[in-house]
């Protein structure tokens, strides 16, 4: 099992270009997660999704959009990259245990930097 | 607003206890979350607590009370491994989960 993996773990933007992060989870998780961190804040909510073909807005969605075409894999797209997007971006998956809790799965991260 | 108060930062002796603190204002409550984070790592899942008490797993315990908006997580027997971020974090009445910023602590032998 590889878990929670992530393409790329590196890259740099200049402002106004496009990207695509990628997350697939082998773990058969029904919910999956894009979070960014950064600085002396705490994880916050872009997207996510409790199936596949189903997404919704977290706290922090403007400036992204996302697919979740396969109950594996959840993209993150930035359309046009501002400096403001410069973060460290988690993807997770989880799902509900027997006794109700979920546990959510991170991945490695994906360090983005917008010139 | 929703809100999930944590240290910044703490230190602490190997070989010592420490407790790190969250306190927190939620639209409703459905759970809180501990977890690890090495630099440059994602956080790992460390402890769940849904109902008032102590919860112990090994070396770290984790604490809830309801009525007080408070959570602590206690380790034992430091090891410098310990060196990491804890976030706290709750599930609230939406089912999304509020994180905090996070506690850096720093273990010194």
């Known amino acids: 099992n590889a878990g929670v993996t992530q393409t790329p773990k590196f890259r740099v933007l200049k402002t106004g270009q496009s990207m695509t992060l990628l997350c697939a989870q082998d773990m058969n998780h029904e919910y999956m997660y894009w979070y960014r961190q950064d600085p002396g804040m705490g994880l916050r909510l872009i997207h996510y999704?409790?199936?596949?073909?189903?997404?919704a807005k977290g706290e922090v969605p403007d400036g992204y959009n996302v697919s979740r075409l396969k109950k594996q894999n959840f993209l993150l797209g930035l359309e046009s990259a501002a400096p403001s997007q410069t973060s460290v971006y988690f993807c997770?998956?989880?799902?509900?245990?027997?006794?109700?809790?979920?546990?959510?799965?991170f991945g490695p991260g994906t360090r983005l930097l917008v010139l | 607003g929703q809100n999930i108060d944590q240290p910044t930062e703490m230190t602490a002796t190997e070989g010592a206890i420490v407790q790190i603190n969250c306190t927190y204002q939620t639209s409703g409550f459905n759970g809180l979350f501990w977890y690890q984070q090495h630099a440059g790592e994602a956080p790992t899942f460390l402890s769940y607590?849904?109902l008032d008490g102590l919860e112990e797993k090994g070396r770290f315990s984790s604490f809830l009370s309801r009525s007080k908006g408070y959570s602590y997580l206690l380790l034992k027997e430091l090891q410098m491994k310990d060196s990491a971020s804890y976030l706290c974090?709750?599930?609230?009445?939406?089912?999304?989960?509020?994180w905090g910023a996070g506690t850096k602590l720093i273990i010194k032998p």
């Open positions: 974090a709750v599930r609230d009445s939406n089912y999304q989960l509020i």
């Open positions: 607590n849904v």
């Open positions: 999704s409790v199936g596949e073909g189903t997404t």
């Open positions: 997770a998956s989880s799902y509900v245990g027997g006794t109700g809790q979920e546990t959510q799965y």
